[in-house]
């Protein structure tokens, strides 16, 4: 009798709930047992069976983390939408009157395209299955992914002069989603976790990374179309596990390559994004050229699996650190490191914010340096630049580009000198402004025997030329190469610092 009494729950809890495609039921044979385990048995599939009741007949129709109230979609793209539902589940999806329809295929997986939208706000998002999910309050503009470690996390809340740009930070037109810290061996579909999508306002702002707030802001106040900011980083992490190994490998690396691409990055790259932002390299930051290579794979990889061509990737040279050095040749610390960002300007569609004049020397032990309203602002330049039609704005400062020799002085010219070369002062916030009374600084000069010496430098019509008595004939040129660089003082008319750079490869 026992048999059948199970036999006839299995039956019940299979004609009720259609069909368990989450629940396995292994059924135990029943032969030869006393009537006190069959009672036992008994009783635990009557368990099976109100706990049954609580999970669906089939998979509701789910969507990645990344859908949620109060997302941001990038316009004049197609809107892609996917998800989850059970296997042959027709689903369809409507946004702003313009419908889609899909079936699920035999894992239970969807995708759907919607018409391209121009910037737009207040929209509801609806997808419709054996259940019905509405996505209030949907913004559409542009998505840009803040990436990175610790500088690219640091909150709002604390950086210098904050306070005041949190209180005003009524701005609906920003949205921000969080990506929390997450490892994984394989490319993810979906977000372990996220915080969910939050219109930006007085009371939010704090938690904003501050240098995707500052761009995002910037962009906005100048062209009014809004910004998604998404923030997906990880403090002390090297470039390594940001790298999407599917289809480039890397050369051997420390680290776990790939673990937070995979979780972090890839379960957004079938969304539709503007562009990324990128700051990290302190954890790699006894390298050179190793490090260009590997943002070069960081940023072909990248590219290829979101598959929309060279979209602008702006990153952040990194910012002084630790104790100025009086040794003239320079080479230490992060000298070579930002000396493979600058060589990441080849990679097409990049851009690079010199950061090297935000940290006066009182701060110069802080990893963290608390300015990151200028990081902020000047990779804001490179996108309105160059992607938001703003073609006569200056993006970047001074970048070496011809050495010649005159004798026995240097000259050398630059790219993004804008209106000209100035000798700059940088105090706090506030832009930098021309200091007539001092003179260049942190310029060596070699010669053949690959001695360097400090130089004099003067600014000559557009140029900088450089000379040293103790070098009579020299060949090579050194500025601002070193951990900290404090009191590298060549900027354009702009504002904008002069990169670190050298002329030699010795």
């Known amino acids: 009798m026992s048999g059948d009494f199970t036999l006839a729950v299995v039956g019940a809890m299979q004609a009720s709930r259609g069909s368990l495609s989450q629940t396995r039921i292994i059924q135990p044979t029943m032969k030869h047992h006393s009537p006190i385990n069959r009672c036992h048995k008994i009783h635990h599939f009557l368990l099976v069976f109100a706990l049954a009741g609580a999970i669906p007949a089939t998979a509701d129709v789910r969507l990645p983390k990344i859908f949620t109230d109060n997302?941001?979609?990038?316009?004049?793209?197609p809107v892609r939408v996917w998800g989850w539902a059970d296997a042959g589940e027709?689903?369809?999806?409507?946004?702003?009157?313009?419908?889609a329809a899909a079936k699920a295929d035999d894992k239970g997986q969807w995708a759907l395209e919607l018409p391209a939208l121009k910037a737009g706000?207040?929209?509801?998002?609806?997808?419709?299955?054996?259940?019905e999910l509405t996505l209030k309050n949907i913004l559409i503009g542009d998505i840009w992914v803040c990436s990175g470690q610790s500088n690219m996390e640091m909150g709002l809340n604390g950086c210098l002069g904050a306070a005041d740009d949190i209180k005003a930070a009524d701005l609906p037109k920003i949205r921000r989603i969080k990506f929390n810290h997450a490892k994984s061996g394989q490319p993810e579909p979906d977000a372990p976790t996220a915080t969910p999508w939050q219109v930006c306002t007085p009371q939010t702002a704090g938690g904003f990374t501050a240098v995707g707030f500052y761009f995002a802001r910037e962009i906005l106040q100048k062209t009014g179309v809004p910004?998604?900011?998404v923030d997906s980083n990880w403090g002390g992490t090297r470039i390594e596990p940001w790298v999407s190994?599917?289809?480039?490998?890397?050369?051997?690396a420390k680290g776990d390559t790939g673990s937070m691409y995979n979780a972090m990055i890839h379960p957004l790259v079938r969304l539709p994004i503007k562009g990324a932002l990128w700051y990290q390299g302190e954890s790699n930051g006894t390298e050179g050229d190793s490090y260009y290579e590997k943002m070069l794979a960081l940023i072909s990889g990248w590219r290829k699996q979101w598959g929309q061509g060279d979209f602008p990737f702006y990153f952040v040279q990194l910012a002084n650190f630790q104790a100025p050095s009086v040794d003239p040749t320079g080479g230490n610390g992060w000298a070579r490191l930002r000396e493979a960002q600058t060589k990441s300007l080849s990679i097409p569609n990049t851009g690079m914010a010199v950061i090297i004049d935000t940290v006066q020397l009182a701060q110069s032990g802080d990893i963290h340096p608390k300015n990151k309203f200028d990081v902020g602002m000047r990779l804001a330049r490179w996108a309105l630049g160059r992607d938001y039609g703003q073609k006569d704005l200056v993006v970047s400062g001074p970048l070496f580009k011809a050495l010649k020799i005159e004798g026995d002085k240097a000259r050398m010219e630059f790219s993004h000198t804008g209106t000209g070369l100035m000798i700059g002062k940088k105090e706090g916030l506030t832009p930098a402004?021309?200091?007539k009374e001092a003179k260049l600084q942190r310029f060596a000069v070699a010669g053949a025997d690959k001695k360097w010496f400090w130089a004099t430098a003067v600014i000559e019509n557009n140029a900088v030329v450089v000379s040293s008595p103790d070098v009579k004939e020299p060949v090579a040129v050194r500025y601002a190469f070193e951990m900290n660089p404090d009191g590298a003082n060549l900027f354009n008319r702009e504002g904008l610092p002069a990169s670190p750079f050298r002329t030699d490869s010795w």
């Open 71 to 77: 997302m941001l979609l990038q316009r004049d793209l």
């Open 90 to 99: 027709d689903v369809s999806v409507a946004l702003a009157g313009k419908s």
């Open 121 to 131: 706000e207040n929209l509801e998002l609806t997808v419709k299955g054996k259940n």
């Open 227 to 229: 910004i998604g900011i």
């Open 245 to 252: 190994t599917a289809d480039l490998g890397l050369p051997a």
């Open 433 to 435: 402004a021309e200091d």
